[in-house]
């Protein structure tokens, strides 16, 4: 059966963009209206089953509608950069959908859907229209549906003719009259003053049209009649701005908006790319293909496989350890299944060397005939080449094995060489590097609920050809890092990393239970307390986590102004309640009840599970193949992401305790180091000043924009300044620093333009920066550590506008990357040569921690700032604060 599904794609990108939390990937590409309109559109496709599909979009911001009204929708404000940088990539991956998109220069989506519905009635063929504005609601016929997103674009609200009838009182047709009565602001339609929804409807129920309502002036009395009558062409034009045109000359025929389903590779891509993991499981797009496997079946067979299980394999194992300790070539490959590398399943390992490849099972290592082997894989005079040798270290020592050495890693290297690419499995590493025979794990293990270790000869022919992968890669990827600078930054800063982070993960920090439960239970006070305030202001018990209950509250009871109102009830979300805390006592009360639900449920109740019975420590794991700019990113659990703005987020640290009685933890945090960094890479003589002297520099900011003493500077003015400094090094936009200052976006692009008419140096860096990234194709931190920015050169503006907001900060937040790294790296050097019992535990964003014995906490307080500011030498002087306590709160 014919269905035609037809999307308003500019309205529904829109939607989702405000309606999201802000998202972006890895490569920095902010992707939440993209991901509102993806799950929106999957749920359409699968509740609908359209046999045709079509997305329309605008062409561009003139329409033949400004021939007769220059003003049609000038009251917009110009689109967020963090929303026009995904219309490129949304329009690429409704394509990888299999859906059509249209758009005609002169005419608007809601043109093209009108056009095609009235030709949907003409055919007798039912259609569906999805959009996030009422006006199509003109639309709707006896064939044709307008669903109208609500609660974002999570759910739609249907209106057939019958559903418009029994909402508003009018047909279809009417709508127009409405909008024409009451205009429309968004689209800067000017109506009739004073003339709101309310008025219009009543008007539109007794004269059913604006020239009715108009030869009826008569019988209109007071300032009612006074508007209209003074503002009668506005309405009749405002009616016809908002007719949609259902004539626009289409050229395409309706066959080329058959549906007949995605590209499982082209979608699959997609979703990598944007690293929509959940939709990517949801869509089961990960799976290699029969013909995969049947390529890597056949390269297994050109292999010679020797499997080692048991003390009858003893020949092969000479052969295998006369190969290793030869020094000649190999290839490494531990098999541990699992994220979480504390907590994976150590199945096997794997060897290849010139002639052979070995295969053992994890349960072998601890035999007998394995000796010489472990001794060899803990050797730490003896190289290693292998992948992901971070995660089969950790793995290896919680199974009791050691493994030391570590020389070459085939991912960390793939991630430097390109650390936008988010695809580090050993199988797409190795096709990206023009080689074949790999397949995906999920092809072998299966994926989620279907996972299962295969049979023994099927395993251990997958790590046969992931460790002879591993032997072909390694030499290759070590002189592409040659040949691209980073040779430096791998050898001497990411592969000793590794290794550090490996002792700090195993090492672990002790966490208190008992502190934890007990700040568990003085939340649950806190909570019941503000819970009988809440109680007591609204004169009756309610569900405080139920937005219906809630909404019924604030908005029937107390009268509060309703923001947000959906069929199912009001809005009760962060934004709504923020704008309506000045109302009402309440307000404060809900908002911080929702925080401290969330510190109870999240960081309380989280970390208590996560603490491990033997050792009583969180083990956290820092991966260093995420972030494009360098960062560590810290999971199982994560350890940089414990609120500590709200004073009971602070006492959370208080659990975090040092693992030795009599012991102290030790915190070192760089001060504004991404500030410093831009200071020295952009040279601003300013900047450079405020460091130099140690002066405040959000104070000295305010100061020199708005042309004040220090003595001048209020709390507002610092506070904006700030905004603005943390705003520069992280590419915001005049949208991002208007929503964080709560400022009109005009106010907001004078304060940035003030900012560079005072910082010149900044602004000549930013110039000079992307004039070099246009030239180069990539830019560099301060260590050589590369980002490629393909879209620089794009002739889409929206992409090359987020590539030069990339190529602007990636050097200044991949160099401060690059220096707490390095003040790790030096820091284990120093606590080794000097034979030093303290230990490093965490980094924290900018933050060091360590745990000290009493007899080395002086030595310490100076060692940790000396080594940390010393780390790499700039043109103003890194600075770190130390501080020391009972406990990582202390030490705050």
């Known amino acids: ?424 499995a050993l199988s797409s590493i190795n096709e990206r590097q023009g080689f074949t025979g790999v397949p995906t794990d999920e092809a072998v293990y299966g994926k989620g609920a279907k996972f299962k270790v295969p049979d023994e000869e099927t395993l251990f022919r997958h790590l046969a050809l992931k460790a002879h992968a591993v032997l072909r890669l390694a030499p290759k990827m070590t002189e592409e890092l040659k040949a691209t600078g980073m040779e430096k930054l791998y050898f001497e800063l990411e592969q000793p990393l590794s290794r550090v982070l490996a002792d700090m993960e195993h090492q672990g920090i002790k966490v208190e239970r008992s502190v934890l439960e007990e700040l568990g239970k003085s939340l649950e006070s806190q909570l019941s307390t503000i819970m009988s305030g809440i109680y007591s202001l609204a004169g009756t018990e309610f569900n405080i986590n139920s937005p219906k209950q809630l909404g019924e509250i604030l908005f029937d009871k107390l009268g509060l102004p309703a923001r947000k109102k959906t069929k199912t009830g009001y809005s009760t979300d962060a934004e709504v309640l923020e704008e309506l805390a000045p109302y009402h006592e309440i307000i404060p009360l809900i908002l911080h009840f929702r925080q401290l639900s969330k510190l109870q449920s999240t960081y309380v109740e989280g970390l208590l599970k996560e603490i491990r019975e033997e050792t009583g420590k969180v083990h956290t794991y820092y991966r260093q193949t995420i972030a494009a700019t360098g960062r560590l990113s810290s999971q199982f659990p994560n350890l940089q992401n414990i609120p500590i703005r709200l004073e009971e987020g602070r006492q959370i640290r208080k659990a975090f305790l040092p693992s030795e009685p009599g012991w102290s933890i030790l915190a070192a945090d760089y001060s504004q180091i991404e500030l410093r960094v831009l200071a020295h890479i952009s040279g601003d003589e300013n900047l450079k000043e405020a460091f130099i002297h140690d002066m405040d520099i959000h104070t000295k900011t305010a100061m020199d924009v708005f042309g004040v003493e220090a003595d001048k500077v209020d709390a507002n003015m610092r506070r904006s300044a700030k905004a603005v400094n943390f705003g520069i090094v992280y590419g915001i936009s005049d949208f991002g620093l208007s929503q964080n200052l709560g400022i009109t976006r005009k106010d907001a692009a004078s304060f940035i333009e003030q900012y560079f008419n005072v910082f010149k140096g900044v602004r000549q860096y930013m110039d000079d920066i992307v004039t070099s990234a246009k030239k180069d194709g990539y830019v560099t931190t301060l260590l050589d550590r590369r980002r490629y920015l393909p879209e620089i050169k794009s002739s889409n503006f929206n992409l090359r506008s987020f590539a030069e907001r990339t190529a602007m900060n990636t050097p200044i937040q991949g160099t401060a990357a690059d220096i707490i790294k390095l003040a790790m790296v030096q820091m284990d050097e120093a606590l080794k040569s000097r034979g030093l019992k303290s230990r490093m535990l965490l980094q924290v964003h900018d933050e060091l921690v360590f745990e000290v014995p009493p007899d080395e906490l002086e030595l310490m307080k100076g060692l940790l700032p000396e080594v940390m500011e010393g780390a790499l030498k700039l043109d103003v002087p890194l600075k770190a604060d130390v501080s020391f306590g009972d406990n990582w709160y202390e030490a705050k």
């Open 1 to 424: 059966m014919k269905k035609w599904m037809l999307i308003d794609g500019n309205s529904i990108a829109y939607r989702a963009f405000f309606a999201m939390p802000p998202l972006t990937n890895s490569a920095g590409l902010h992707t939440n209206a993209i991901f509102g309109f993806t799950t929106m559109l999957l749920k359409l496709l699968e509740e609908q089953k359209p046999s045709h599909v079509l997305v329309a979009f605008d062409a561009g911001k003139v329409t033949f509608r400004h021939e007769g009204y220059a003003e049609y929708k000038g009251g917009r404000q110009k689109t967020p950069p963090e929303l026009s940088e995904q219309f490129p990539v949304l329009k690429e991956l409704i394509a990888a959908f299999g859906i059509a998109q249209f758009e005609l220069d002169g005419y608007e989506a809601d043109d093209i859907i009108g056009t095609l519905t009235l030709e949907a009635d003409k055919q007798g063929v039912p259609a569906l229209v999805v959009t996030g504005d009422k006006d199509m609601l003109q639309l709707a016929s006896s064939g044709v549906t307008v669903a109208v997103t609500r609660k974002g674009v999570s759910e739609v609200e249907l209106y057939t003719p019958d559903a418009i009838n029994e909402k508003y009182g009018l047909t279809p047709g009417q709508i127009i009259d409405l909008k024409g009565l009451m205009g429309d602001t968004s689209d800067n339609i000017p109506g009739v003053p004073g003339v709101g929804e309310k008025t219009a409807l009543k008007l539109l129920h007794e004269y059913s049209s604006v020239e009715n309502v108009l030869s009826n002036l008569d019988k209109l009395k007071g300032k009612l009649k006074e508007n209209i009558q003074n503002h009668q062409e506005d309405a009749v034009m405002s009616k016809k701005l908002a007719t949609i045109f259902r004539e626009v000359p289409l050229e395409k025929s309706i066959d080329e908006i058959t549906y007949s389903g995605h590209d499982d590779a082209k979608l699959g891509d997609m979703f990598r790319r944007l690293e929509f993991k959940s939709l990517l499981e949801r869509l089961q797009l990960g799976a290699e293909s029969g013909a995969d496997e049947s390529k890597a079946q056949a390269a297994a067979a050109e292999l010679t496989v020797t499997s080692l299980s048991g003390d009858e394999d003893s020949e092969g194992m000479d052969r295998l350890m006369l190969a290793l300790e030869s020094g000649g070539e190999h290839g490494l490959f531990i098999e541990a299944v699992g994220e979480n590398p504390h907590h994976a399943e150590l199945l096997g390992v794997s060897l290849a060397t010139a002639d052979e490849v070995f295969v053992l099972p994890a349960s072998a290592l601890k035999a007998a005939f394995c000796e010489r082997l472990n001794a060899w894989l803990g050797d730490e005079t003896k190289p290693k080449y292998g992948f992901d040798l971070h995660k089969s270290e950790l793995a290896l020592r919680w199974a009791g094995h050691r493994l030391g050495g570590a020389a070459f890693d085939v991912q960390l290297a793939a991630y430097l060489l390109d650390p936008t690419d988010n695809q580090l």
